[in-house]
């Protein structure tokens, strides 16, 4: 199966690369070393080469996303998009930002309007919004990884892991393991315990959904995959514990006991 189209907006949160809307900072001289006042991270594609490049997505039927990381880069594809959706509507289409990071309130409803899905890694929040914190401070980290608003807006979210460095879900650079991401959506806690906007916690039905029928929505996949119906691909998993009614504390431990992919067993723990 052929994927989206994808392009590169800017670089990365962790290597101060990402196309901010404002300034690093101050707390980004000791990180990364950035000295220029006015640096705001790098930009890859403006406005204008991004309308070329959306629009002849929307025209050929391709899927269009986007790696972007920082709110600049957010806004300047967000604009760019606006102006592909005057000509031709993408609603249909399911566009998405890749990543994103940092939503405004603005940036939502500019998403919800058009119809733009958000392809979210909880691994981020979950490794890195302790370091991003002492680089950005409070008031930025209020729109980072913004769960509850997305959704509250109708946006469709989907859950991933980004790149994995290990081969273990757990103790990977990016850790991999679904339950791991679902409780830090759930808890909006990192891996210090540390809490950042509590009121853009999640339920767990919600974090599930991220993980199954969100993402079968994300590829055009809704009617065979991402829910237990007739006439769906039987692919399921038995958990050590029920996820929507365990203590909360365990939704990061729960382990897959036995995985059927299309009907078929393809695993069982201890075999």
Known sequence: MIGALKVLIDG??????AY??????????????????????????????????????NEFGWKFTAHVTGGGGVDVLLSALE?????????????????????????????????V?????????????DLLNQVLGEERMNTFHPYKSLMGAGIMVNGGS???VKLDSYTSINPYNPFVAMWSVVTRKTERGSVYAP???ISREQALKMY????AYASFEEDIKGSLEPGKLADLVVLSEDILTC?????????????????????????
């Open 12 to 17: 990365g949160v962790l290597t101060g690369t």
């Open 20 to 57: 901010l809307r404002e300034p690093w900072g101050e707390g980004a001289k000791e990180i990364y070393g950035i000295t220029d006042p006015n640096y705001r991270g790098i930009l890859n594609l403006n406005k204008e080469e991004l309308i070329r490049i959306i629009t002849a997505a």
């Open 83 to 115: 102006e592909v959706d005057k000509v031709s509507p993408i609603s249909s289409k399911r566009f998405s930002v890749i990543h994103g990071n940092f939503y405004t309130p603005e940036a939502i409803t500019k998403m919800a309007a058009m119809g």
């Open 117 to 129: 899905y958000a392809d979210m890694q909880p691994a981020w929040f979950f490794k890195d919004a």
């Open 162 to 164: 980004d790149h994995m």
């Open 199 to 201: 009121h853009e916690a």
């Open 212 to 215: 199954t029928i969100n993402n």
């Open 247 to 271: 203590p909360e504390e365990n939704i990061k431990n729960i382990k897959a006991l036995l995985t059927m992919v299309d009907g078929k067993v393809v695993y069982e723990a201890n075999k």
